[in-house]
């Protein structure tokens, strides 16, 4: 199977897996900027935004087919996952512990059985385990469980923080797992486990006569699959790096939830893997479709690079009918279970930020801390736990449905790790950004034109390079500094008295990536100068780290 088809794979079966950007942020920074909401995104809240895309998740149909609440009962049904918990050492141990409840509950459908194998509860998530048999399977079908989520007894709906399947070779059947932050507020609870459908995709492409040398925007027809059109703009970045933006136009809205447009570049036969820093989905201006996406320059050399929009076609849609009603229970997790109250700084001298709680189950260690301010963001940017001799690297987790002053840190436990009252548990945070707001002086951008023309500006003791130009009736501003320490301007907008014109990002920047070049694009604009302001920016420390002693 080739790269391109593992990770469209990926992308159709796992709701955390592509980097789509978190809405809520995004639009408290539209319309609060000048309350300092920071514009650079976190990688963590990205991984945030992945789990609370509600706004795409399709609403659960009604249970045709509700199965009798089945009492817990443990000594699961052991299973070969295959790599399928990788990521997730906890759930693993878990269940090498027999500490799995076993559901062996199926619905059929059209052909297809779903089976739901076993739940893992503890005091930090649900996690519940399930593989799917579709009968006769082509090669190139992809198939998804959609829209999963959880309902209590009230009624009230939890949707998946995360799912994932693949493909079970030996098996020939897909195995997967639903997660959830939510837990019984008791010891047992009856839910229901619903999807929304049971889809299968083919994946597809459509040539693109790209020119990577221009840095005008081009426009390709496309007609296919209820996209219009797609809109593609190349940028130079610093190094040996180029930035595709996109957008693509659809005449059929509801595509969107499950085309996963991208761009994909080929030398030769050979496909060309893009780099990390993506993100896929952020609405433009009039509804559109973005994308940014970053390729190593030398691995797509012009004249010897073609290029495709990659996406998927909905073959099948089986939707309805998929519901589970479980008893689930914790009660088999509660005594490998410690809660510790926390309170200390994030550092000394630190007000922001508090510990405030700990919680070690035997699947995982989450710990919370509190935030004097709104969706404030941790200085620091990696996170380890040192558990008695043991690193384990942990995850911020962001949600606007949680407290907005609180903010998570998970880290997975794994099997063997021995954790009793007497184990010394230390926090490390590395790679120090810092957040600034006190330069508010506008810069003037005079004589703009097609001519690119830079100036040179001191901020926060850094010299930062800017570039500005026309190209069309947009103009582009560029900001960046040879000083890896400055970590970058995060979003720029042109004063007007009491009004102000944001600048739209187009360059896809990460707090504390060593990257600190930033392109905004104002559209439209008329004028021959322009006052630049800035929201806040950024340094970075890589070197700086802080211990705090959580236990004992």
Known sequence: MSKLENTLKRQLNDE??????DFNKMWDQVEGAAEGFPGKMSKADVRGGNRTRNWRRMTVAASLSALLAAAPVYAAIQYDWGNLLREKDGIQAALDQNLGQQLEQSVTKDGVTLTLHTAIVDENRTVILYSMDVGERDDKEIWKVSGMSLADEQGNTVEADQYYQQWDEEQQRYNGYFETDW???????KVTLAAAAVQSFSQAEQELSLNSNSTEPQTFQLGVEGMKSIEVKPFDQNGDKKLFASAVTFSNPDAKEWVYPQLTAYRGSTHVEPLPEQVFGTPGDNGEYTLKQYFK???????????????????????????????????LMESGTIKTALNAPLEAGDTMHSFEQMVVTPTQIRVTLKAKEKYKQLPYYKYNLEVGGTVLEGYLYLSPDDDPYLLTLKFERPAGLVIDAQTDITFVGKYKVTNHEDDTTPLLLKNISAEKQTVIRETGGYDVKWTYYMQGKDLYVETES???????????????GNE??????????????GNNKAIDVYKDFKGTEASIYMFNYNTDEPDKETRVQLRP
Do not use: C, M
């Not at 102000?500 to 990536?513: E, M, S």
């Open 16 to 21: 955390g897996s592509v980097p789509y950007p």
């Open 183 to 189: 837990t019984p507020g008791k010891s047992e609870a």
């Open 297 to 331: 320059a030398s691995e797509i050399p012009d004249g010897q690079t073609s290029y495709k929009l990659q996406y998927t076609k909905l073959e099948r849609n089986i939707s309805g009918g998929w519901s589970f009603d479980l008893q689930l229970s914790k009660k």
């Open 482 to 496: 040879d000083d890896h320490h400055f970590g970058g301007i995060n979003q720029t907008y042109i004063g007007l």
């Open 500 to 513: 102000r014109i944001l600048g739209r990002p187009v360059t896809v920047n990460f707090a504390g990536d």
